[in-house]
Each structure stands twice: as C-alpha cells, then as structure tokens.
C-alpha cells in the first residue's frame, strides 16, 4: 500500500458571523486507497487528540448518492477528478508533497454554517416552489398503465441523476443555480405524469431561484465540467423553453 | 402583467440578450454584403450607398430600430455583467476553470465595450461625415490611415471573439440543443465570426496597405 504526505490549506471559520480564513496542516502517512472524506476523517482524528477543534464537514452516503458531500479543491468543486462526488476521489489521484487548498462552497445564497459545512437550503425551497408532482393516493398503479416512449424515459432518467449537491452554483463563474434547476424541472416535464403542473412548475421554479439571489447564467459551461452526475447544459436549453413557453401562454 | 415577470426574471434577461444579439447578427449580415461591393469597384459601392439612401424613410426607421436593439444589448448586457460580478466577485482564493476555450466567454463584457467605442468612432466617421464628400472617397480616405485602419481591424478582432462564444450562447438560450445538430453549431460559431472577421477586416486591410489606392 503506497501513502503520501500532504499539505492541507482548509478554510476555517467558527460560524457565519465569525471571520474566516486559512490554517494549514501538515498530514503525513495518508493511504492511496483512502477517499478524501477519509482522509479528512484522519485529520480531524489528529485534531482531537491534539485537543483542537476538528474540521466540520458534509457527508452522508460516502458512495456518491446522497449529495452531501463537497468542497473546492485547489479552485475546482468536487476536485480534480471527473465526475466524482468529493467522497468518492480517491487519494490516488493526489501526490506526495502537494499542497492542497480545500474551501467550502460559496454562493451569495449559501451561508456558511462552519469550515467547509455551508447551508444550501435554497436547493430545498426551489424544489419546494414546483419541483414534485401531486398525486392523490390511492393503490399503487400497476407497472406499464402509463407508457412512456424509451427515449424520454432515458432523458428523464439522465435529468433525475441530480443529486443536488450544489457544486454547479459553487463552479459558476456568476453563482448561478441553473443546472441544478433545469434538471429538475427536465426530469418532470420529459415524463407523462409531469405534464399537469407543467407549466406553474417552470414558473414558480426559476421564480424561486431568482428570489433566493443566484446569480445569472452566461452559458459560461463550468457546471456541467464539474457536475459528479454528469448533467448536460442541454437541459438549461430546455428549461429556457419551458420557461418561455410557460410565461407566454400562463399566468 | 406577464411581460414584467419575463423581464425580470434571470431567463428573460437572457432572452433579451440573445434576442437582440440575433438581430445584431442579422444586421451584420446585410452589412456585410452591402460592404463588399467595395471590393468590385468605388462605382459599384457608391451605387449600393446611394440606393440605399435613395430611401430615407426606410434608413431612418432601420437606424432607429437598430439603435434601439443596440441599446437593448448594451444596457441588458452592462446590468447582468455588474449583478453577476456582485455575485461572484473573488470567492475562492484558488479559483480554477475546468473548461477550456473560456477565453470568449470570459472577456463578453469586455469584447462588447471595446465594440462600443468602435461603434461611435465608426458612426461618427462615416454615417455624419460630411455630406459634400461622396461616401466611397471618405472610406478610401479615412482607412488610408494606417492607425485608423488598424483600429478597425481591432475592433473586428473584437467582434469575432465576441461572436466566438455570442453566436452558440444565443442558440443555447433560445433552447437550441440537440446532439444531431450541435457539432454543425459548433463549427458554425467559428465559421461566421471568421467570414465577418474576413470581409469586415479585409476592407481596412484593403486600403490600408493600398490595394485599393485606385478601387
Ligand atoms: C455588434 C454586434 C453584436 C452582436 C452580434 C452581439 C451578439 C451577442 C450575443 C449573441 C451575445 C450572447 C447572448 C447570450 O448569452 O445568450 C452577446 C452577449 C453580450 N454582448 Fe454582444 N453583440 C454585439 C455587440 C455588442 C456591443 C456593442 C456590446 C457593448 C457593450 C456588447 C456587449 C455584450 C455583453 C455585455 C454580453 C453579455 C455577456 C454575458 O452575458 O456574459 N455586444 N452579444
Ligand atoms: S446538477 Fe450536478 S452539480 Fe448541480 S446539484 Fe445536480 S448533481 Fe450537483
Ligand atoms: S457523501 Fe453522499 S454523495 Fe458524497
């Protein structure tokens, strides 16, 4: 088993109010194998026992499903590598005697909660204004009643593998939050069981996120080039559409 | 009232961008064709110059709707990029941008400024020059000029970077993307900013180096 040592620039700061800024730690002995959530679980180990205050982190799922996870690292959200959640980059991609810079997420609409924890409820209430379908209950609707045609099924799929951990806003050179949100009005608006709130979807969703102070797309492309799902900007274009065809013919 | 909720919200802003690029992109083209006759002969161009003002309520309602579509750009584009640097502005202390040819899209703001003043220097030069002087001798004589003529080329440096990233950013807002057609976009949005950047600069150049000393 190979392990490198490492230099840790992480940004610290008590909470939202408190001034924040960078400590460095020198991490020796890490394992190839590890996931950089383990290395900084071998960090915050050290931490304590030295009887300091350990770095605070999102996680939950540590296999890339969950959308808690993240952190810039060395400028890019998620690091290096493509298409990975932060918990599942591996230490194998670093090299012995760098020197890594791991800040939080930032967007005017995500308040720092602590070191690297930010507060990213604004996905929440943009899902809360439209992101669902309302259904009223009853058996469960056998297999197969409701066709779909395979290809909208795909896309739709491909749309719903949003896991909202919100580095697209965190990489957007203006913090904007549209892939995140074109995704999820794309996942619905492909599929049959989306089309009676269609269209208020589209309009209470980006309302909703223009309420919550993200910044304005320049089809600048970064968020798809660090999205860990692999979401295509294609679904922007179609959430433009959605958006203009819903605020034509409505409201 | 629907209008008011479009505009103000972040896709109709980008819609008015990219709306009104579409129309600056339209012009450009009949701008491009009526200039070109410069290169068949001074004759030929000042025939085209003078059929077109041959109608002045036709020029006069074009000009005014072209100013209109200008200001639209400049305005809408000049708010978004000040709203976004409030967004943005120096977040990460290392900050690394993943895609590459990000150049275009980076420097919009900057491209469309330095456009600006090509414009007024451009609108001052040849639209209100002086009415004595037929127009195919002010152009020969201003791009004789090898700093004037330079400045054009610049200005058209500028125009096809801008149109590098504008003319695919337009499509995309318009909701235009599809895997079959988005190679053949791809190659458009540097085959029309260098067909510009080609006739556009190929008329300065024309004069400047005195090609066209006897056109
Ligand atoms: C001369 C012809 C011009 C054309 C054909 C053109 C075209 C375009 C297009 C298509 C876009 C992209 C719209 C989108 O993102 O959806 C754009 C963006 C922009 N243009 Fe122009 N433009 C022109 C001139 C100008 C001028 C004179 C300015 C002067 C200020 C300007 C400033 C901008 C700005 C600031 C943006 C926004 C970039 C961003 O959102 O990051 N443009 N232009
Ligand atoms: S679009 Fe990608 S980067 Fe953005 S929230 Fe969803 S999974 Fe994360
Ligand atoms: S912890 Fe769940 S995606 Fe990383």
Known sequence: MTSINLTLKIWRQPNNDALGGFETYLLDGIHTDMSFLEMLDVLNEKLTKEGKD??????????????????????????????????QLHMRHFHSGDTLVIEPFRSRAYPIKKDLLVDRSALDRIIQAGGY??????????????????????????????IGCGACVASCPNGAAMLFTSAKISQLALLPQGQVERKNRALAMVEQMDKEGFGNCTNAKECEAVCPKGISIRNI??????????????? | ????????????????????????????????????????????????????????????????????????????????????????????????????????SETMPYTGLFLLVFLVVHVFGFTFSPKTVLISVTVQQLLSNFFYALFYIL?????????????????????????????????????????????????????????????
């Open chain 1, 133 to 162: 379908v309302s259904v009223n209950t009853g058996g469960t609707p056998d297999g197969n009643s409701i066709p779909i045609p395979s290809q909208q099924a795909e896309l739709a799929m491909d749309a719903a593998a949003c």
């Open chain 2, 1 to 104: 009232m629907w209008f008011v909720r479009f505009l103000v919200s972040s896709i109709g802003k980008k819609f008015i961008m990219a709306a009104s690029g579409l129309l600056l992109f339209l012009f450009l083209c009949t701008h491009v064709a009526g200039n070109a006759t410069i290169f068949m002969s001074s004759k030929v161009f000042q025939s085209y110059a003078d059929e077109l003002h041959s109608h002045p309520l036709i020029v006069l309602v074009f000009s005014l709707g072209l100013l209109g579509v200008f200001l639209a750009h400049i305005f809408v584009g000049l708010y978004l990029f000040y709203q976004n640097r409030a967004v943005s502005n120096s977040r990460y202390a290392v900050c690394t941008r993943v895609v590459k040819y990000s150049f275009a």
């Open chain 2, 155 to 215: 200005g058209f440096v500028a125009l096809t970077i801008h149109l590098s990233h504008g003319f695919w950013s337009m499509l995309q807002t318009f909701g235009f993307n599809h895997p079959r057609y988005n190679f053949l976009i791809s190659r458009l949005t540097i085959v029309i900013p260098l067909f510009f950047f080609l006739v556009f600069a190929g008329i300065a150049f024309y004069f400047m180096t005195g090609l066209g000393a006897s056109y």
């Open chain 1, 54 to 87: 350990p770095v605070a982190f999102d996680h939950d799922c540590r296999e890339g499903i969950c959308g808690m996870c993240g952190a810039v690292v060395d400028g890019v959200a998620h690091g290096p590598e493509k298409e990975v959640t932060l918990c």
């Open chain 1, 237 to 251: 274009a179609r959430m433009n559409k959605e958006f203009f065809k819903a605020i034509l013919t409505e409201g």
